[in-house]
C-alpha cells in the first residue's frame, strides 16, 4: 500500500525560519505545517500557557489539534531575544495575542521560550513554553534593576 509522506517543513535553515513557520502555521490553524516544525524526537516538549508539560509529538499533536477545533491563534512573536550556539539556539519572546472581538481590539501578552537544535534535517523545534498571558505589554527585556541587586 502506498502511504503519502509526511509534509516536509520548508525554508528551514535558520531558527528564524522555524519560528516563521511556526507562527504562520499557529495563526492559520494549520496543524500539518506546524508539527513539521518540530525536531523528530521523543523527548520534544511544549507547555501551553497554565497548562501541563507535554512530552512528545502525539501529546504536542493532540494538544495543537484541540487548538485549532476553534481556528488559529492570532499570535505575533515581538520583542524576540535570541541566543545561539553550535547546533542550539533559544529564543525567548513575548507574543501579542488578539483577543476575541469587543467594543476595542484588545490584547493579552504572553511569555515565550522556543528552543531549536540544528538536526540531519535542518533546524528544528525542540521545546515550546508559553507562560499564562499578561492584560499589559511587557517592557522590552532589560538588565535586572540595581536597586533590587
Known amino acids: 500500500m502506498n502511504h503519502p509522506k509526511p509534509l516536509q517543513a520548508s525554508l528551514l535553515a535558520s531558527p528564524d525560519d522555524v519560528e516563521t513557520q511556526f507562527y504562520e502555521a499557529l ?50 512573536p515581538e520583542q524576540v531575544h535570541r541566543l545561539q550556539s553550535l547546533g542550539v539556539a533559544v529564543h525567548h519572546l513575548v507574543e501579542r495575542v ?8 484588545r490584547y493579552a ?9 540544528n538536526t540531519a534535517q535542518g533546524w528544528r523545534m525542540a521545546a515550546h513554553h508559553a ?13 535586572w534593576p540595581s536597586t533590587l541587586h
Not at 40 to 56: S, W, Y
Not at 131 to 143: D, H, K, L, V
Request: charged share 20%; with cysteine.
Open 109 to 117: 501578552w504572553v511569555l515565550v521560550t522556543n528552543v531549536y537544535l
Open 27 to 76: 495563526q492559520q490553524g494549520d496543524l500539518a505545517r506546524l508539527m513539521a516544525v518540530w525536531a523528530d524526537d521523543d523527548e520534544v516538549v511544549c507547555v501551553h500557557p497554565g497548562g501541563p508539560r507535554l512530552i512528545g509529538s502525539g501529546a504536542i499533536r493532540g494538544s495543537f489539534e484541540a487548538m485549532f477545533a476553534k481556528g488559529g491563534v492570532p499570535a505575533q
Open 98 to 105: 488578539t483577543l476575541p472581538p469587543g467594543n476595542e481590539t
Open 131 to 143: 507562560s499564562p498571558g499578561m492584560a499589559a505589554r511587557p517592557e522590552p527585556a532589560t538588565e
